[in-house]
C-alpha cells in the first residue's frame, strides 16, 4: 500500500519504500525447529526422576517422643527412646566376614623375677701359661691326621655338586703304584673346570686352572679325570662344574 500527501505546492514529494519485516520467516522457522528437536533430544536420552527418601535405611532405630502436656506447663519435659533399643558402638560395626577368621593365640606373658646366679671363673687370668697347659691337648695343636687309605679326595662344585660320584677314579693300585704316601703328609690342590655328559656321567672336557709344581701329580689328576664317573641322567644334558682333587704326598715325594 503506497499512500501520497502533498501539503505544498512549492515543496517537492519525496517517496520511500521499504519492506514491512515479518516474524514468522523461513529462518526464524528454521532455527526454532532445530532448537526443539535438541531440547526434545535431550529429554528423551537424559531422564530425570525425583530423589527417593524412603529407599535409604538408616543405621539407627527410629526415635520417638512422649510427651505430657501437665509436665510441659509444669516446665519439664521427658524424652523417651523406645523402638528396637538403644544405639550402642556395635550398630556402627561392619559385619563379620563369612567365613570369620580364626582367633590368632598370642603367646602367654611370663614375668620371671628369679635371675640366675653368675658363675665364677674357674681358671684364673694371672696365670702362667706353661702352669694352665692343662687346659690345652697336644692333638689341637698338632695338624690333623688323615685317615688311611684316603691319599686322593675329590670334590665337585658347581651344578655339579647336586650329582652322586658314583667312582672317583682313583680307587686301585695302579694309579699310584709309583707314589710313596705315608701317613705324615702335605697336600697339594688341582681345580679344573669341567664338563659332564649327564646320559654317561663321564667328563668329554676340562681345563686346569693352574699347573701343580709336580708334574706327575698333573698327569695323576688326568688319569683321575679320565676314570671320574658321575651317576647318569637319561633326561639330561651336559652339566658344567669345578672339580678339586686333594692330593697328599709324603715327605720324600717332596
Same mark, same amino acid.
Given at each position: 500500500m503506497l499512500k501520497l500527501e502533498k501539503k505544498s505546492d512549492n515543496r517537492p514529494v519525496n517517496v520511500k519504500m521499504r519492506m514491512n519485516s515479518r516474524i514468522c520467516t523461513p529462518t526464524f522457522l528454521r532455527a526454532l525447529a532445530i532448537a526443539v528437536g535438541i531440547h526434545l533430544m535431550g529429554y528423551l536420552i537424559f531422564h530425570v526422576k525425583p530423589f527417593n527418601v524412603g529407599s535409604f535405611e538408616t543405621i539407627f532405630p527410629p526415635v520417638q517422643v512422649n510427651i505430657d502436656m501437665q509436665q510441659m506447663l509444669n516446665g519439664g519435659v521427658l524424652a523417651n527412646l523406645e523402638g528396637e533399643g538403644q544405639s550402642t558402638a556395635a550398630i556402627l560395626e561392619p559385619k563379620s566376614s563369612v567365613p570369620t577368621i580364626p582367633l590368632l593365640s598370642t603367646p602367654e606373658m611370663k614375668r620371671e623375677l628369679a635371675y640366675p646366679r653368675e658363675k665364677t671363673v674357674k681358671r684364673n687370668p694371672f696365670q702362667h701359661m706353661e702352669e694352665n697347659l692343662?687346659? %690345652?691337648? %697336644?692333638?689341637? %695343636?698338632?695338624?690333623?691326621?688323615?685317615? *688311611? /687309605?684316603?691319599?686322593?679326595k675329590v670334590s665337585a662344585f658347581g651344578n655339579l655338586s647336586n650329582k652322586e660320584i658314583v667312582a672317583e677314579g682313583w680307587e686301585g693300585k695302579k694309579l699310584f703304584r709309583r707314589h710313596a704316601f705315608e701317613e705324615r703328609n702335605t697336600q697339594y690342590l688341582a681345580t679344573y673346570d669341567v664338563k659332564v655328559e649327564d646320559r654317561? /656321567? *663321564?667328563i668329554f672336557w676340562h681345563q686346569q686352572h693352574e699347573p701343580l709344581e709336580k708334574k706327575k701329580l698333573n698327569v695323576l689328576a688326568e688319569k683321575v679325570l679320565e676314570n671320574l664317573l658321575f651317576d647318569r641322567d637319561p633326561n639330561g644334558f651336559i652339566s658344567e662344574g669345578q672339580i678339586e682333587i686333594v692330593f697328599t704326598i709324603s715327605e720324600q715325594e717332596r
Open positions: 692343662d687346659y %690345652l691337648t %697336644l692333638e689341637n %695343636l698338632s695338624p690333623p691326621q688323615p685317615k *688311611k /687309605g684316603r691319599r686322593i654317561t /656321567g *663321564k
